[in-house]
Nanobody, 117 residues
């Protein structure tokens, strides 16, 4: 029943930039590990990046050096800054929250990113 809402997806040209955001009203947001995943047409959902409550981050090899995940625990938002976008980044991007206390994960409904050649 944790609700996550993504925003910021758009159509951009190769080499462009976008910043995605994901928000929640969940009171325990600050102790969740937050993440971004993506699903391209005809493909399964794949890991992009995560950020833990202490600010530590992990990235998929395909986005290292180009994407940056961050969080604002006061505003209860997580962001994904995407630079030097490539056509292979085209996908629906989903926000994820992991509640270790409940051993449960939650998903947003996604925001679409399209990168043209």
């Amino acid at each position: 029943q944790v609700q996550l809402v993504e925003a910021g997806g758009d159509l951009v040209t190769r080499g462009g930039s976008l910043k995605l955001s994901c928000g929640t009203s969940e009171i325990t947001f600050s102790i969740y590990t937050m993440g971004w995943y993506r699903q391209a047409p005809g493909k399964s959902r794949e890991f992009v990046a995560t950020i833990a409550h202490d600010g530590s981050t992990n990235y998929a090899d395909s986005v290292k050096g180009r994407f940056t995940i961050s969080r604002d625990n006061i505003k209860k938002l997580v962001y994904l800054q995407m630079n030097d976008l490539k056509p292979e980044d085209t996908a629906v991007y989903y926000c994820n929250a992991w509640d270790i206390g409940a051993s449960a994960g939650y998903w947003g409904r996604g925001t679409r990113v399209t990168v043209s050649s």
